[in-house]
């Protein structure tokens, strides 16, 4: 089992930049896949960015190419989404997830594991 806990959301104008943590506790966090996904009101939740579990290869979600950033630091057993360039449709409950094993298309697909999510609201 993986126990996860967003933090570092928060309310921001368009155009700033906010950094989320992940940590991680239980399992074995450096042979995980990980992602983060977000979810608005009134709409389904969507990917948002996910790193394989060798680190080795990272995705991103068309709508924040060049803007998010994703990391991973195994000794803190920590994934950081660094977001830029906010804009208000970023408003959303991010959460982070976690699979065994997994490539960036076996986090998109199915994690195994979510943390409780943490708000970001951008404002314009």
């Known amino acids: 089992q993986v126990q996860l806990v967003e933090s570092g959301g928060g309310l921001v104008q368009a155009g700033a930049s906010l950094r989320l943590s992940c940590v991680a506790s239980?399992?074995?966090?450096?042979?995980?896949?990980l992602g983060w996904f977000r979810q608005a009101p009134g709409k389904e939740r969507e990917f948002v960015a996910a790193?394989?579990?060798?680190?080795?290869?990272?995705a991103y979600a068309e709508s924040v190419k060049g803007r998010f950033t994703t990391s991973r630091d195994n000794a803190k057993k920590t994934m950081y989404l660094q977001m830029n360039r906010l804009k208000p449709e970023d408003t959303a409950v991010y959460y982070c997830a976690a699979r065994w094993r997994a490539t960036t298309a076996q986090v998109m697909a199915r994690p195994d594991y979510w943390g409780q999510g943490t708000q970001v609201t951008v404002s314009s």
């Open positions: 239980g399992g074995t966090f450096s042979n995980c896949g």
């Open positions: 790193i394989s579990w060798s680190g080795g290869f990272i």
